[in-house]
Nanobody
Framework: QVQLVQSGGGSVKAGGSLKLSCVVS????????LGWFRQTPGKAREGIAG????????FYADSVKGRFTFSQDNGKNTAYLEMNDLQPEDTAMYYC??????????????WGQGTQVTVSS
């Protein structure tokens, strides 16, 4: 069975940095289908970074472009999200995701357990 285990969340002051990790096990790992999402109470889950088949470079939402960096280590079946210059509005539960195929958008088939990121002013 596909499992995604996340780590690296926590609390930081505005302007600080965190790096999230997502280790994929089972048969779910795909170097072409990896995504990061975030969600706050009362709002829809938002795709913020990742890779899918139709793209040759990572996708970033406008809200994080220039501050967050997606990367992966295929030998370790691990995806990363480096978050820099964090702001209070970045406070959310962050999730990683993968799928067997993801031609036109970020994958949403299998999900990590989520990790809380809290940014204080």
């Amino acid at each position: 069975q596909v499992q995604l285990v996340q780590s690296g969340g926590g609390s930081v002051k505005a302007g600080g940095s965190l790096k999230l990790s997502c280790v994929v096990s089972g048969y779910g790992y795909s170097q072409y289908c990896l995504g990061w999402f975030r969600q706050t109470p009362g709002k829809a889950r938002e795709g913020i970074a990742g890779i899918y088949t139709a793209r040759t470079t990572p996708f970033y939402a406008d809200s994080v472009k220039g501050r967050f960096t997606f990367s992966q280590d295929n030998g370790k079946n691990t995806a990363y999200l480096e978050m820099n210059d964090l702001q209070p509005e970045d406070t959310a539960m962050y999730y990683c995701a993968t799928a067997n195929y993801c031609l036109l958008g970020l994958p949403t088939e299998y999900w990590g357990q989520g990790t809380q990121v809290t940014v204080s002013s």
